[in-house]
């Protein structure tokens, strides 16, 4: 019979993939012949226990999206090393000697960009000796994968070394779905998430909508993989993919590169998508074989050829949607037609196209000259981008043309750094006056200390191929407006020195006085022979797990501390709470907990609790980072918060839309937690952010109706009424707030939560970690 010859037959598929099968084989069991796209056959074949996610509270295993809480075993876990920092003090407190799934931790974001790779990595080192040290002891005690500072950016790392078609990943990081563009399932998170995995524990996630994108057409040689998401997020918003994931398909598909493909699901995360992914192509397996892992790519022929896994007897496990899946929402892009585009200012929703770039420039009056252009980072560092990159370049220079602005580039890995040298790329880039930074995170993350004179304070533009650009992100500056482009474009702009230049259609001046025009730019979507591995100081620290190494945290540390579990919930429903401070706007995670200088606090809560909210408009006064106390008195944010939580006051910040916004950092969590927040209360949440408040304890509850916020001021006194039942309840039941104003009014302002059961307990116990670290 055929469940026996499944059975049977299991056993000549590569291991990698007979779990992965097997999981897939019972999926179909109790889904029957529904078509699936891609996402979630490699979702639903990581259940936990899928008769229980798939049947409960859905209609026989229909309609699942948005429904279902998915209990899902993720295959593994990789973090950087601001993150990295919190999720292993919070793995530490729950005592074990090794974690449940494969985990590394890739040192990336804490190297500051100055005055070139050799420098800059050297002081990074002796800066943050401290922080390494204790993540690589770490990294020794359990067992995990070490990637030294220097050795690459998270994202692209996991690219050439751990992504394979069908796993799925969870990164301490919001651009970790890069992974995506070699068909994994790899899922941006907080600290306490990945403690979760690691413990071994089900992680949870809503089961995600599915957003189709269609892609026929050919790129044009002026576009790249990049413009398809800048005009996707133009279209979607920083909001629009929030509870999905978004999965590309239609013969457009085969027409991209692998790395452009990961660019494309990089930057899914701007537009607050739960992840991206594309089906598995012929450029995958090349992309295997030419990062020196063919036989990962026979392994997936294997299983693609392997029958009896199919929606249809006979039919075969593919890594593509099963024909006449259904998408939640489809948006076709025709390639062929697609310009390049220029996103930003502040926000990368703000999609215009290259042709009409100029006149938007003019008529918002944003800065006409560019200040820098900076390339490469964990989106935009691949063969491919460098290599046409480099075709401009030549034309450049055999025309006698330097960059008019400063022009700066970040490998995104030591292999890719290495590849490039050896085929001469980064010599071109350097003889063009090219400043070439470490294989790390540097300015994209605010690690960037300019030398140009730009005060701060100053309006200037510079032109990224990075991925964010949020106020101040790049170098501390609220006035640097930062505009996302491909690589190229950043290229040839910076030539110009100027943003209202169009290299496809403008000219520039040679010293001769002639005019010069850039071809279209062409490259190698890959490298000749396989990458070179590079500088083997800089590579990976992998070793079995060693319970007697101790873990380096001196007791005086400023940047590191040992986590003190948070206090359970109270007994009974919250009273006696204060609104700290009523804000409007956006209000991201950079926003509650600034990165830059402050990336250095990652692992010492306490510090860095007194930077949060330190750029949050106040809505009653316009002000930045201003909270008034009940006396009248004027603080900062973060003092009033830590003067409230002094005086044994727990208090609540009310906001409005996708409040938090942008990255998975938990410290945007943590922080207000330690200060003695109980509750933010909201128009809407960004999905990571509103699921690290339940892990830390906070209770995320938006308005019922908007319109409530005007109800609501900082300083009234709130408490809280059908809570305590509704997370004794595992969840169930509404919740409302009753509010106190100064003048002896009060109402009942009813609210909307999404708090599973799980995370209810969560809340119970006073954080997600005080459950883990009983035993779950
Ligand atoms: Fe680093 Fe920037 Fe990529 Fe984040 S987005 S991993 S900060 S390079």
Redesign the pocket.
Same mark, same amino acid.
């Given at each position: 019979n055929s469940s026996r010859r499944h059975l049977s037959s299991a056993h000549s598929l590569p291991p990698t993939y007979e779990k992965l099968f097997n999981k897939y084989t019972e999926v179909r069991r109790v889904l029957g012949k529904q078509r699936l796209t891609l996402a979630e056959k490699i979702l639903y074949s990581h259940l936990h226990n899928v008769e229980e996610s798939l049947l409960n509270n859905t209609n026989n295993g229909r309609d699942i999206r948005g429904k279902a809480n998915l209990r899902l075993n993720p295959d593994r876990v990789n973090m950087?090393d601001a993150s990295a920092q919190m999720a292993l003090l919070q793995f530490m407190s729950c005592n074990l000697e090794r974690p449940a799934i494969p985990a590394s931790i890739h040192c %990336? $974001?804490l190297i500051v960009g100055s005055k070139g790779a050799e420098d800059d990595l050297e002081a990074g080192i002796e800066t943050n000796k401290e922080v390494f040290d204790f993540l690589e002891s770490a990294a020794r005690k359990y067992g995990m994968d070490f990637w030294p500072p220097g050795a690459g @950016? @998270? $994202?692209q790392t996991v690219l050439e070394n751990y992504a394979l078609p069908g796993l799925m990943m969870l990164g301490t %990081?919001s $651009?970790s779905p890069n992974a995506g563009g070699l068909t994994t399932i790899t899922i941006g998170v907080g600290g306490a998430d990945a403690v979760e995995a690691l413990v071994g524990a089900p992680w949870e996630l809503k089961a995600p909508k599915v957003l189709g994108v269609e892609l026929t057409g050919k790129l044009d040689p002026w576009v790249a993989p990049k413009d398809v998401i800048l005009r996707l997020a133009g279209e979607l918003t920083v909001r629009g993919g929030t509870g999905s994931i978004i999965e590309y398909f239609g013969p457009g598909v085969d027409t991209l590169s692998l790395t452009g493909m990961a660019t494309a699901c990089n930057m899914g995360a701007e537009v607050g998508a739960t992840t991206s992914i594309f089906p598995y192509t012929e450029a995958s397996a090349r992309y295997l074989r030419a990062t020196s892992r063919g036989q990962a790519a026979q392994n997936v022929e294997t299983l693609q050829n392997f029958p009896g896994a199919g929606a249809d007897k006979d039919s075969h496990f593919r890594f593509e949607a099963d024909e006449g899946a259904e998408y939640d929402r489809v948006i076709k892009i025709d390639l062929s037609q697609l310009e390049p585009h220029i996103n930003g200012p502040f926000t990368p929703d703000l999609a215009t196209p290259l042709s009409k770039f100029k006149a938007t420039v003019k008529e918002q009056k944003w800065p006409e000259s560019l200040s820098a252009g900076l390339i490469g980072? +964990?989106?935009n560092s691949s063969y491919e981008d460098m290599t046409r990159v480099e075709s401009l370049l030549k034309q450049a220079a055999d025309a006698g043309l330097k960059p008019a602005s400063d022009f700066y580039v970040t490998p995104g890995s030591e292999q890719i750094r290495a590849t490039l040298e050896r085929d001469g790329t980064l010599q071109t880039i350097e003889g063009a006056g090219g400043i070439l930074l470490s294989n790390a +995170?540097g300015p +994209? @993350?605010g690690q960037w200390q300019r030398h140009d004179g730009v005060e701060k304070g100053t309006s200037n533009a510079i032109l990224t191929s990075?991925?964010?650009n949020f106020r101040g992100r790049n170098d501390g500056n609220p006035e640097t407006m930062n505009f996302l482009a491909s690589p190229e474009i950043v290229t040839a702009m910076a030539f110009a020195g100027s943003t209202t230049f169009n290299p496809m259609t403008d000219t520039l001046k040679t010293s001769d006085g002639k005019d010069f025009k850039f071809s279209a730019p062409h490259g190698l979507e890959g490298p000749q022979t396989p990458f070179e591995s590079g500088n083997p100081s800089l590579g990976v620290l992998s070793q079995p797990a060693d319970p007697s190494a101790e873990i380096a945290i001196s007791p005086t540390s400023d940047r590191l501390a040992f986590l003190e579990p948070f206090a359970p919930f109270p007994q009974s429903d919250l009273s006696g709470l204060r609104v700290l401070v009523k804000i409007t706007g956006k209000c991201t995670t950079d926003t509650i907990s600034a990165a830059g200088p402050w990336l250095k606090y990652k692992g010492h809560l306490p510090n860095i609790s007194t930077n949060t909210l330190n750029t949050a408009i106040n809505a009653e006064t316009g002000e930045v980072n201003v909270a008034y106390d009940l006396d009248g008195s004027k603080h900062t944010i973060p003092e009033l918060g830590q003067r409230w939580k002094d005086a044994g006051r727990e208090w609540l910040v009310v906001a409005e839309h996708n409040y938090g916004e942008g990255s998975a950092r938990e410290h945007a969590a943590l922080q207000p937690r330690y200060l003695g927040a109980r509750i933010v209360l909201v128009k809407s949440f960004a999905r990571i952010h509103e699921t690290n408040l339940k892990k830390q304890g906070v209770v995320p509850l938006t308005f019922e109706n908007e319109a409530d916020y005007d109800l609501i001021s900082a300083g009234d006194e709130v408490s809280t009424v059908g809570l305590y039942e509704m997370l004794q309840n595992g969840g169930k039941g509404s919740v409302q707030i009753k509010v106190t104003r100064g003048d002896g009014e009060e109402k009942l302002i009813p609210t909307k939560h999404a708090i599973t059961e799980d995370q209810a307990g969560f809340i119970l116990a006073g954080s997600a970690l005080n459950l883990l670290s009983k035993g779950i």
């Open positions: 950087q %990336d $974001h @950016i @998270i $994202h %990081d $651009h980072s +964990c989106t +995170c +994209c @993350i990075y991925n964010r």
